[in-house]
């Protein structure tokens, strides 16, 4: 098994059903087949506690989930993440495609949720440990194509995020656009309405790039 020093992280970033989970599956496939040691992972989530965590922010209804509660619930989960997980298999030498990461809360949170940014730039300075991604892709897609996949792919109850409306969801995208207008070095925009291949291509060209 092939491993890189310091390892290679990559997150992937979108609105629900902008194809995350598929392009980490083909993604995952085509590194395997060229020998590297490759972890999937996803936020909230990842670690036991972090999916206890997710599990509550997600779904939790015996009361209103308050905006700041919501925000350090993700927090936890990503500082969970990062102590037990990212940070030991990084340094191990693996390859961790992570799907959602600090990015989507700046998105949701900030964006949507209007939380203070540079509380949530603190949050991710802390949780982070200094440790971005190395490359990040954003599935970019509009809510109109998003909603039109949620009504098609629908299985089992709305989480949380589902439910808002699409003003929310439009805030959501548009501070997603921002992250990468602010972190080009790091930051892969892809229209997310493109054949599943194309997108699969273009984001195997990236990684090889950084893999060399
Ligand atoms: N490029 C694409 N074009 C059309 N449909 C897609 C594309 N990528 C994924 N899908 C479909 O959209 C749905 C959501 O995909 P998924 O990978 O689960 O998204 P996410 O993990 O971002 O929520 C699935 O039914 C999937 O087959
Ligand atoms: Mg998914």
Redo the contacts with the bound molecule.
Sequence with gaps: MKTIPKGLFITFE?P????????IKLLEQKLRCQGYEVLMTREPGGTLLGEELRRLVMQFRAEGIAPGAELLLFGASRAQLVHNFLLPQLTAGKIILC?RFADSTTAYQGGARHLDAGFIAALHQFSLQGRWPDLTFL?DLSVEESFR?LQ??RTGKHDRFEEEDRKFHHQVREAFLQIARDNPQRVRVLD?????ET?AEKIYQEVARVLV
């Design positions: 979108g629900d059903k902008a194809g995350k989970s598929t392009q799907d599935l996949r098609t792919a997310a309405s493109q054949q599943v997108i």
